[in-house]
């Protein structure tokens, strides 16, 4: 007999009866699948439990499992399908061992947000163009001072400075405003370990000690192992290490947590699933679920540094900040002692033929990062080298504390000369400066640079 945990499974109910005969309804051929919950069945066995590795591995089946139910139809699941996958949900949890969490519902609430339009007023505030951009930048910035400035002042704020690791720019996706994607002819490059040494020993050369590795997405060059082997070669080397890569499965963020990863970061891009589609139409990004619950999957993997974002440009500004809080607040309540970071990237050059539908000017991006600061007072807003460096220097001044600073967004961009770099970069480049000036600009401004995240 399975057994859920009390909070989750309604006393009295015959789980596993029940579940097959779910099972059967949702599923033509439900013979794989009532011979997999056999296993899970023994495996949870209380007179006889499995081993912890042979209750991760059905974990893990079982998570493939509830993501094919989400994927069959887009998200757009009948009665029985929605509640397979909440048994399913728990089911692996219960195999998994991690810590009881309540089923998960980021899609729920999402979506009523969405269809009820439902503001936040402090939010709406911020974005308001009737109101003062003055006003909002000196209220965001008093609420940064609060938590990152010394006694509550600007003077003596802490900023971390990191810097981006290109590890592969090969893709398999059809992302329309990005570079990387499949369809764009471009030089492809991944970096074996040597390379990523050598272009580690330049970034240490500049007192960088927070690196964030990025890849594309590529399952067969990007592996698991590829990942995990590039995360403890940079993280034994004493660096604090971040991931922004392909969603992964949740045992797959543990490997990287066990290899030393500590943050993970994944922007959503665009949370209107009509949007999603139409941006992602073909690869494994096109998965909007799979993406969506990433950052959850990362924190059930033991994860506590987790960033968000939405690339502005796609989407109506405020529907998506709408989003981005609640997913934000969402993860905050079910994580306890979860570290927020959050960004708005914007798109400024996209590959030729795609037009972002929605611009987005300095004040509103302003604007839009006043109103994360509002609804985060504690979380790290975080910006990188696409805006140019009089508005990072703005921004700074604002709410921003975590900056990158002389970056390549180019595999093996760090060793090369500019002009070979250009045509295998993610994105332009907008603050030219050297992470010299940018630090130098910061410590000019009154602001305490920080290499490593200490209390950040
Ligand atoms: S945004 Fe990411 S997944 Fe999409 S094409 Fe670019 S690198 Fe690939």
């Known amino acids: 007999m399975v057994h859920l945990m009390a909070t989750t499974n309604p006393p009295g109910l015959a789980f596993e009866d029940d579940l097959q005969e779910l099972i059967r309804r949702v599923n033509d051929h439900p013979e794989v699948r009532l011979r997999l919950l056999g296993e899970v069945s023994s495996a949870l066995d209380v007179a006889s439990p499995a081993s912890e590795e042979r209750r991760r591995s059905l974990a893990e089946k079982v998570e493939r499992w509830r993501y094919q139910v989400i994927n069959h139809r887009g998200g757009r699941l009948s009665e029985d399908q929605s509640e397979l996958t909440r048994r399913l949900d728990l089911l692996e949890l219960e195999l998994d061992g991690s810590r009881p969490r309540p089923p998960r519902s980021l899609q729920a609430q999402l979506a009523t947000i969405?269809?009820?339009?439902?503001?936040?007023?402090?939010?709406?505030?911020?974005?308001?163009?009737?109101?003062?951009?003055?006003?909002?930048?000196?209220?965001?910035?008093?609420?940064?001072?609060?938590?990152?400035?010394?006694?509550?002042?600007?003077?003596?704020?802490?900023?971390?400075?990191?810097?981006?690791?290109?590890?592969?720019?090969?893709?398999?996706?059809?992302?329309?405003?990005?570079?990387?994607?499949?369809?764009?002819?471009?030089?492809?490059?991944?970096?074996?370990?040597?390379?990523?040494?050598?272009?580690?020993?330049?970034?240490?050369?500049?007192?960088?000690?927070?690196?964030?590795?990025?890849?594309?997405?590529?399952?067969?060059?990007?592996?698991?192992?590829?990942?995990?082997?590039?995360?403890?070669?940079?993280?034994?080397?004493?660096?604090?290490?971040?991931?922004?890569?392909?969603?992964?499965?949740?045992?797959?963020?543990?490997?990287?947590?066990?290899?030393?990863?500590?943050?993970?970061?994944?922007?959503?891009?665009?949370?209107?699933?009509?949007?999603?589609?139409?941006?992602?139409?073909?690869?494994?990004?096109?998965w909007y679920?799979?993406?969506?619950?990433?950052?959850?999957?990362?924190?059930?993997?033991?994860?506590?540094?987790?960033?968000?974002?939405?690339?502005l440009g796609l989407g109506d500004h405020v529907e998506e900040l709408r989003a981005l809080v609640a997913h934000g607040r969402y993860l905050l309540d079910r994580y306890p002692g979860l570290k927020l970071s959050l960004s708005l990237p914007r798109i400024h050059e996209a590959p030729q033929g795609f037009q972002p539908p929605f611009l987005i000017d300095d004040d509103t991006l302003v604007r839009s990062y006043c109103a994360l600061r509002k609804a985060f007072p504690t979380a790290n807003l975080v910006l990188s080298t696409r805006e140019s460096a009089s508005l990072r220097d703005r921004l700074a001044r604002v709410c921003i504390t975590q900056m990158s600073a002389g970056s390549s967004t180019s595999p093996g961009g760090y060793q090369e000369a500019e002009c070979d770099v250009e045509s295998r970069q993610q994105f332009p480049v907008h603050d030219q400066r050297t992470v010299e000036e940018v630090h130098a600009r910061l410590i000019s401004d009154g602001f305490r640079p920080l290499w490593e995240p200490e209390g950040l």
């Open 289 to 311: 679920d799979w993406r969506v619950e990433g950052p959850e999957r990362a924190a059930d993997a033991g994860i506590r540094r987790l960033g968000l974002g939405i690339l």
């Open 114 to 286: 969405r269809e009820r339009k439902i503001e936040d007023a402090a939010l709406e505030a911020c974005l308001d163009p009737r109101r003062r951009i003055e006003d909002v930048e000196r209220e965001a910035a008093g609420l940064t001072d609060a938590t990152f400035g010394e006694r509550g002042s600007t003077a003596g704020r802490r900023i971390l400075l990191y810097a981006p690791l290109y590890l592969s720019n090969h893709c398999i996706n059809h992302c329309l405003y990005c570079g990387f994607r499949y369809s764009n002819p471009m030089a492809r490059d991944q970096l074996d370990l040597p390379r990523v040494l050598d272009e580690l020993e330049i970034l240490g050369r500049r007192d960088f000690r927070h690196i964030l590795l990025v890849a594309g997405e590529h399952p067969a060059m990007v592996s698991g192992e590829y990942l995990a082997g590039m995360v403890r070669a940079v993280s034994g080397r004493h660096y604090h290490v971040g991931v922004e890569i392909a969603p992964q499965s949740t045992a797959g963020y543990r490997k990287l947590a066990e290899a030393g990863a500590t943050s993970v970061t994944l922007y959503q891009e665009t949370y209107d699933p009509e949007r999603y589609a139409a941006y992602h139409p073909r690869g494994t990004k096109a």
